[in-house]
């Protein structure tokens, strides 16, 4: 049935779907994998690095894109459809801050991110965007965000969410673990971040990249060496916790 | 020709008769030429089994001049590399023959030079146990070379006395369920067993309507058909290229008894699955 109804983006199938918005879903799962945290006073993006190649300039691979000094985003799926998105997202920031200037609040750009995609799954001889964003800031309030858009233009506001190939392993390990200790303050929430990660990075701490904005401040991008530090101390928690595990059982 | 609505031409038979039946039958009936197209063809497509080292070919099917007690085929890269690094690792396997075949999913024309990968289908048997043996098959087998392939390898009368157990992935898309897709915890085993296989399965069975498909079906049919105790473990995953998570999801199988006796070293092997993924990453900037 499906292969009828699949083949243009304006036709519903009898069921009620649309197959290429649901296929796009399927474009983003091709993506490394992203996790965003809202913490109490920060916002953490992780992302799964992809390998570059030997040639390649390493920073021209990017998963995490700053969209105005205060919001960032993180995306999974169709490197190009990213670009466009970003650039228009980014436009729009600047516009709105020169038309009302006033700063883009977090739901506003994702709400403006959300109907551009959702413009794509009705329009005629265009395909949906197959990315799917998690769009983290602070607003004037100081309040932490969290949103997440899908290709088919839905946007929702997260405490913590995961995209990307293994995101439901990901977003499983985040609802065991994300507690109100765990995100106690900000350094716990960046632990968390990484150990989410590392529950599906093939190969270690090295392919992890993270970025933080804080209160009031830019964002930030961790180097190699902090992600090594912050797993170093996670894999010496883990240890001291199997020894106490160890010993409580002797 | 018509046209649909979507701007796509189809088929669609003319239910006017011609006016010239003659000249029609004339097109109809086969020339020289497309005897000849045919016959290169059909052997283009042709499945070879022979040894490498000696560049021989097998006279005889490779059952019958390697007859064993454990057969295990590994369809699919995934499959492939859980066998290479879980079981491969201990023990010492010597390489007893390999099918060679050319289909066009095969990424060259040219059907002399052909990479392992693309065309080969590698039989091993354990040197310390030589009535074990495996199968590492990472090329594509097409619907018409299936049978030839079947015939190459287990013959026109095959032994009861064997287990076979066959290994291979699927997309998880290709699952049907009631439930919503989303709710499903990919990647999953599933199992398919002949009526012989008399030995609990490592996971549940498939259930219907999904059915099997290729060479994994070939082979079950095959041994249905010949009463051999089979069964088939189909890990429907998300990821088809080589993934570390869909490699781990056959872990279960290691506990079966065709497995058991022949997987020594589980760490060493994670290790050795890591190098495998590290080797074979392809670089592609399409998604990120």
Known sequence: MASRYDRAITVFSPDGHLFQVEYAQEAVKKGSTAVGIRGTDIVVLGVEKKSVAKLQDERTVRKICALDDHVC?????????????????????????????????????????????????????????????????????????????????????????????????????????????????????????????????????????????????????????????????????????????????? | MAATFFGEVVKAPCRAGTEDQEEEEDERRETAEDREVRRQLARKREVRLFRRQTKTSLEVSLLEKYPCSKFIIAIGNNAVAFLSSFVMNSGVWEEVGCAKLWNEWCRTTDTVHLSPTDAFCVFYHLKSNPSVLLCQCSCYVAEDQQYQWLDKVFGSCPRRNMQVTVLTCRHVTDYKTAESTSSLHSPFLKALKTENFKEPPCCSLLEQPNIVHDLPAAVLSYCQVWKIPAILYLCYTDVMKLDLITVGAFKPVLSSRSLKGLVKNIPQSTEILKKLMTTNEIQSNIYT
């Open chain 1, 73 to 250: 985003m993180a995306f999974a799926g169709l490197t190009a459809d990213a670009r466009v998105v970003i650039n228009r997202a980014r436009v729009e920031c600047q516009s709105h801050k020169l038309t009302v200037e006033d700063p883009v609040t977090v739901e506003y750009i994702t709400r403006f991110i959300a109907t551009l995609k959702q413009k794509y799954t009705q329009s005629n001889g265009r395909r949906p965007f197959g990315i799917s964003a998690l769009i983290v800031g602070f607003d004037d309030d100081g309040i932490p965000r969290l949103y997440q858009t899908d290709p088919s233009g839905t946007y929702h506001a997260w405490k913590a969410n995961a995209i990307g190939r293994s995101a439901k392993t990901v977003r499983e390990f985040l609802e065991k673990n994300y507690t109100e200790d765990a995100i106690a303050n900000d350094n716990e929430a960046i632990k968390l971040a990484i150990r989410a990660l590392l529950e599906v990075v093939q190969s270690g701490g090295k392919n992890v990249e993270l970025a933080i904005i804080r209160r009031n401040q830019p964002l930030k991008m961790f180097s190699a060496k902090e992600i090594e530090l912050q797993v170093a101390e996670i894999e010496k928690e883990k240890e001291e916790a199997e020894k106490k595990k160890s010993k409580k059982t002797t």
